[in-house]
């Protein structure tokens, strides 16, 4: 989904569905049932007969399965709102939802909840419920308690109105959900079906003593995440505290069945990059040679990266212990490895809790493995693919955005038993993980984005979905896959992705996981689109004096692929490397050195002499220089590392700019406002009114010419304009074109003039917009306002000037 605002009004209006005594004496499962189902996760080891869950959204009508065929038809649609499973002709309700029963709605989600929302049960011709939509996730409607609802602007503020609700409504023999008006909603509404010889309860907001205790119960355990939600009784604890000696498995549980392990946890430290991902679990039931269990210890608990605390009911990350809540069964013997495969010793603290006895009649296996694509190889990236008989009970998502941008229009699928159309399909990868419009963090029991800020100041985010009363039952197979459209957009470095799956399988069955190595665990460095590996431009064998190829084992932070080119001697050293120049011409470039590390004051040359704005090449290799000019780190020598060079068509950007700002652009109105810097002549020493605060100009240097996103600039990241300013010396009267990239939208005046407007959504990319303009003979001024929305931003400007008689300046 795309980035947007929405106000919606808080109104709310019910009528009461009939009440219907407890089922106790007839055999019907009561609302206490279906309560205690979101929190039972003894339960959820059990596989049950007869039952199926699928998902209505409002995903793009165009994605289609051509049976005739076997084709997938406009498989990668995005147009995810205002569709539904028709327009009822006779009160132009549009139809959301329309289900047999006996069944149970799980879960709805929204991220414009607009008008009202009606529920028909059990064939009934008037809605026994209406609300207002958005009041529903508000904790304000009978029957509708925090923490079963929840919307991010009410939760955490802003005005982002992402919605989830988790208050089960049961219904006997039929549900149909409408919206009064399609008003272009977005929505998600997740149901189980029930076997036909089910007696249940249909929904009401009138509750026995015992469901509005159990109401109570379940509410304070869903807001209380931490603690196990079913604590047993004679449950058996093992701790241990190992050092993980590299390379040694160790069994840090070895049970004799039967038994249930109910808790493991556990946390590395270690002071070797990436400790976590480094080191194996592994957990094999009932002396199988096949782990059930397989994955990065860190990654497990449902973080990749920064092991940020949060608390989830099945998972968490706490500053002592990372918990574990699924119920492990096994039947014969439950062992517990963890394997370092790194270069150092770690520490690994445990506590695994179990009960002996024989688990429950049809309980299954649990699983847990994990898989990665580093280059977006597929489009609908897949978290699981088994046969055999079992559910599904949640993912988690690793996303390292390396190529920028909004990485998650994607929709999650779900095939179940040899489906050729999913019957889950989601609305975008944000809209799963419970969020909308982009996806920042937070965290609640079923649903969450545990890495602090949100998509546009983070390149790398975990997200997290558990399926506890949702679970999805297969008989056969299961396959759920979420879209990667950086499969797609042919972006020259992709985008990396990783994840966790979590199920409960029979005996039997298999998956498509194998075993990954450590190499191919570690997560990407610093890349960069246009990015030559500073090492490939000397001889690995024989580096020239003053050349060391280095890793960067030791180095506060990563460098892309793991090496790097140290370069390091007295003053004046001037080490020559070679440059592939992928075509004869011009080109900028630029060396990135390795993060963290002292570096000196050096110089690239091309035939001895310093490269200004640009050098030529020559397609092929060509010899260049690298030269330290002063300021040594270890007493008189100097040193550097560089990780990799950019090197990029020269084209003569703007590269110094006077910059003001940021100024609000609150509900998109900032592009139309005209604040000061566009109303008054430009003077260096102004300051006026912003966001957040008093502003002044400041001049600012962009090496590359692209100017992007980056607290050194603004630490707000979404909702704000702001203003750069330079001036251009011609050296006579001419027409040119300017050209313009923005991320997002872009207004340019040239010598106090508005030439160019454009309100784009869009990510960065230089020359996005060519405008025609005049420019008279001595100075010109130019002024850019550029307006951000949400997520990243960026900005470029240049004037073709092939013949470079055009001068860049700053008064």
Same mark, same amino acid.
């Given at each position: 989904?795309?980035?947007?605002?929405?106000?919606?009004?808080?109104?709310?209006?019910?009528?009461?569905?009939?009440?219907?005594?407890?089922?106790?004496?007839?055999?019907?499962?009561?609302?206490?049932?279906?309560?205690?189902?979101?929190?039972?996760?003894?339960?959820?080891?059990?596989?049950?007969?007869?039952?199926?869950?699928?998902?209505?959204?409002?995903?793009?009508?165009?994605? !289609?399965?051509?049976?005739?065929?076997?084709?997938?038809?406009?498989?990668?649609?995005?147009?995810?709102?205002?569709?539904?499973?028709?327009?009822?002709?006779?009160?132009?309700?549009?139809?959301?939802?329309?289900?047999?029963?006996?069944?149970?709605?799980?879960?709805?989600?929204?991220?414009?909840?607009?008008?009202?929302?009606?529920?028909?049960?059990?064939?009934?011709?008037?809605?026994?419920?209406?609300?207002?939509?958005?009041?529903?996730?508000?904790?304000?409607?009978?029957?509708?308690?925090?923490?079963?609802?929840?919307?991010?602007?009410?939760?955490?503020?802003?005005?982002?109105?992402?919605?989830?609700?988790?208050?089960?409504?049961?219904?006997?023999?039929?549900?149909?959900?409408?919206?009064?008006?399609?008003?272009?909603?977005?929505?998600?509404?997740?149901?189980?079906?029930? /076997?036909?010889?089910?007696?249940?309860?249909?929904?009401?907001?009138?509750?026995?003593?015992?469901?509005?205790?159990?109401?109570?119960?379940?509410?304070?355990?869903?807001?209380?995440?931490?603690?196990?939600?079913?604590?047993?009784?004679?449950?058996?604890?093992?701790?241990?505290?190992?050092?993980?000696?590299?390379?040694?498995?160790?069994?840090?549980?070895?049970?004799?069945?039967?038994?249930?392990?109910?808790?493991?946890?556990?946390?590395?430290?270690?002071?070797?990059?990436?400790?976590? !991902?480094?080191?194996?679990?592994?957990?094999?039931?009932?002396?199988?040679?096949?782990?059930?269990?397989?994955?990065?210890?860190?990654?497990?608990?449902?973080?990749?990266?920064?092991?940020?605390?949060?608390?989830?009911?099945?998972?968490?990350?706490?500053?002592?212990?990372?918990?574990?809540?699924?119920?492990?069964?096994?039947?014969?013997?439950?062992?517990?490895?963890?394997?370092?495969?790194?270069?150092?010793?770690?520490?690994?603290?445990?506590?695994?809790?179990?009960?002996?006895?024989?688990? /429950?009649?049809?309980?299954?296996?649990?699983?847990?493995?994990?898989?990665?694509?580093?280059?977006?190889?597929?489009?609908?990236?897949?978290?699981?693919?088994?046969?055999?008989?079992?559910?599904?009970?949640?993912?988690?998502?690793?996303?390292?955005?390396?190529?920028?941008?909004?990485?998650?229009?994607?929709?999650?699928?779900?095939?179940?038993?040899?489906?050729?159309?999913?019957?889950?399909?989601?609305?975008?990868?944000?809209?799963?993980?419970?969020?909308?419009?982009?996806?920042?963090?937070?965290?609640?029991?079923?649903?969450?984005?545990?890495?602090?800020?949100?998509?546009?100041?983070?390149?790398?985010?975990?997200?997290?979905?558990?399926?506890?009363?949702?679970?999805?039952?297969?008989?056969?197979?299961?396959?759920?896959?979420?879209?990667?459209?950086?499969?797609?957009?042919?972006?020259?470095?992709?985008?990396?992705?990783?994840?966790?799956?979590?199920?409960?399988?029979?005996?039997?069955?298999?998956?498509?996981?194998?075993?990954?190595?450590?190499?191919?665990?570690?997560?990407?460095?610093?890349?960069?689109?246009?990015?030559?590996?500073?090492?490939?431009?000397?001889?690995?064998?024989?580096?020239?004096?003053?050349?060391?190829?280095?890793?960067?084992?030791?180095?506060?932070?990563?460098?892309?692929?793991?090496?790097?080119?140290?370069?390091?001697?007295?003053?004046?050293?001037?080490?020559p490397i070679t440059v592939p120049g992928p075509d004869d011409g011009r080109f900028y470039i630029e060396a990135r050195l390795a993060k963290g590390v002292k570096a000196s004051d050096f110089e690239i040359l091309q035939n001895g002499n310093p490269v200004g704005d640009w050098v030529r090449l020559v397609k092929g290799p060509n010899p260049l220089a690298v030269r330290l000019t002063g300021r040594p780190v270890e007493g008189d020598r100097c040193s550097i590392i560089v990780d990799f060079f950019v090197m990029e068509?020269?084209?003569?950007?703007?590269?110094?700019?006077?910059?003001?700002?940021?100024?609000?652009?609150?509900?998109?109105?900032?592009?139309?406002?005209?604040?000061?810097?566009?109303?008054? /002549?430009?003077?260096?020493?102004?300051?006026?009114?912003?966001?957040?605060?008093?502003?002044?100009?400041?001049?600012?240097?962009?090496?590359?010419?692209?100017?992007?996103?980056?607290?050194?600039?603004?630490?707000?990241?979404?909702?704000?304009?702001?203003?750069?300013?330079?001036?251009?010396?011609?050296?006579?009267?001419?027409?040119?074109?300017?050209?313009?990239?923005?991320?997002?939208?872009?207004?340019?005046?040239?010598?106090?003039?508005?030439?160019?407007?454009?309100?784009?959504?869009?990510?960065?990319?230089?020359?996005?917009?060519?405008?025609?303009?005049?420019?008279?003979?001595?100075?010109?001024?130019?002024?850019?306002?550029?307006?951000?929305?949400?997520?990243?931003?960026?900005?470029?400007?240049?004037?073709?000037?092939?013949?470079?008689?055009?001068?860049?300046?700053?008064?």
């Open positions: 989904m795309r980035s947007s605002h929405l106000t919606l009004a808080v109104i709310v209006a019910c009528t009461l569905a009939p009440t219907v005594t407890r089922g106790t004496d007839d055999g019907a499962r009561d609302y206490v049932w279906f309560l205690n189902r979101l929190i039972d996760l003894d339960h959820l080891v059990i596989l049950e007969n007869g039952q199926t869950c699928k998902q209505f959204s409002s995903y793009d009508r165009a994605s !289609r399965y051509n049976e005739a065929a076997g084709q997938y038809i406009a498989w990668d649609a995005n147009g995810d709102s205002g569709k539904y499973v028709r327009i009822d002709p006779a009160t132009g309700e549009g139809v959301m939802a329309e289900m047999e029963g006996p069944g149970c709605i799980w879960r709805i989600w929204s991220a414009n909840p607009q008008g009202r929302i009606r529920f028909y049960l059990d064939g009934a011709e008037k809605p026994q419920c209406e609300y207002e939509f958005a009041a529903l996730f508000t904790g304000k409607v009978t029957g509708f308690p925090k923490p079963l609802v929840w919307q991010r602007r009410i939760d955490l503020g802003g005005e982002n109105p992402a919605s989830n609700c988790y208050v089960p409504i049961p219904y006997a023999k039929s549900c149909k959900v409408t919206a009064d008006k399609p008003l272009n909603q977005y929505y998600h509404i997740g149901y189980t079906t029930f /076997p036909k010889d089910w007696k249940i309860k249909t929904f009401s907001l009138e509750h026995t003593p015992a469901e509005e205790a159990t109401a109570q119960q379940v509410c304070k355990a869903l807001a209380s995440c931490g603690v196990d939600p079913q604590p047993a009784q004679n449950v058996l604890t093992i701790e241990k505290n190992t050092t993980l000696v590299p390379g040694q498995p160790i069994p840090v549980a070895d049970l004799k069945g039967p038994g249930t392990i109910r808790q493991f946890l556990a946390k590395v430290t270690s002071d070797e990059r990436w400790s976590r !991902r480094k080191v194996l679990l592994q957990v094999f039931f009932d002396g199988d040679a096949a782990a059930a269990v397989e994955a990065p210890i860190g990654d497990f608990f449902g973080d990749a990266w920064d092991e940020v605390p949060y608390k989830s009911l099945p998972l968490g990350i706490t500053e002592d212990l990372n918990y574990r809540y699924w119920r492990m069964p096994f039947a014969k013997s439950a062992r517990v490895v963890v394997t370092n495969q790194g270069r150092k010793p770690a520490q690994l603290r445990t506590r695994i809790a179990y009960q002996q006895g024989e688990p /429950p009649a049809g309980a299954a296996r649990f699983h847990a493995k994990w898989r990665r694509d580093p280059v977006s190889k597929d489009f609908d990236y897949p978290f699981l693919d088994c046969t055999g008989r079992g559910h599904f009970v949640g993912a988690a998502q690793f996303i390292d955005n390396i190529a920028g941008g909004w990485w998650g229009e994607g929709d999650e699928k779900v095939y179940v038993d040899g489906e050729k159309f999913p019957s889950t399909f989601g609305t975008g990868s944000e809209d799963y993980y419970g969020d909308a419009w982009g996806i920042r963090q937070f965290a609640n029991a079923f649903h969450g984005c545990p890495t602090k800020g949100e998509f546009g100041d983070r390149r790398r985010q975990s997200c997290y979905r558990w399926h506890i009363a949702d679970r999805i039952p297969f008989d056969k197979s299961f396959k759920m896959t979420i879209e990667n459209y950086a499969a797609i957009a042919k972006h020259p470095i992709p985008n990396d992705y990783s994840s966790m799956a979590y199920w409960y399988q029979a005996p039997g069955g298999t998956d498509s996981f194998t075993p990954a190595p450590v190499e191919t665990r570690i997560p990407q460095g610093p890349r960069h689109p246009t990015g030559i590996d500073a090492e490939t431009m000397v001889a690995a064998d024989k580096p020239p004096p003053g050349a060391e190829i280095v890793t960067d084992d030791d180095l506060p932070e990563q460098m892309c692929f793991g090496k790097g080119l140290k370069l390091s001697g007295p003053p004046g050293t001037t080490v068509p020269y084209r003569n950007f703007v590269r110094d700019w006077y910059l003001i700002g940021p100024f609000d652009n609150a509900n998109k109105a900032g592009a139309d406002h005209a604040y000061p810097p566009e109303t008054e /002549p430009f003077k260096a020493d102004q300051s006026f009114p912003g966001k957040g605060g008093s502003v002044d100009w400041r001049k600012i240097r962009v090496p590359s010419g692209l100017m992007v996103s980056d607290d050194k600039y603004f630490k707000d990241s979404e909702s704000f304009v702001f203003y750069v300013y330079a001036e251009v010396i011609s050296p006579d009267d001419r027409q040119a074109t300017a050209c313009v990239g923005s991320d997002d939208g872009v207004k340019v005046w040239v010598n106090g003039a508005l030439v160019h407007t454009n309100k784009a959504d869009r990510a960065l990319k230089p020359d996005q917009d060519r405008v025609d303009i005049s420019l008279k003979k001595g100075r010109n001024t130019v002024l850019v306002k550029l307006i951000q929305n949400f997520g990243q931003w960026g900005l470029s400007f240049r004037i073709d000037d092939p013949d470079d008689q055009l001068k860049y300046v700053l008064p």
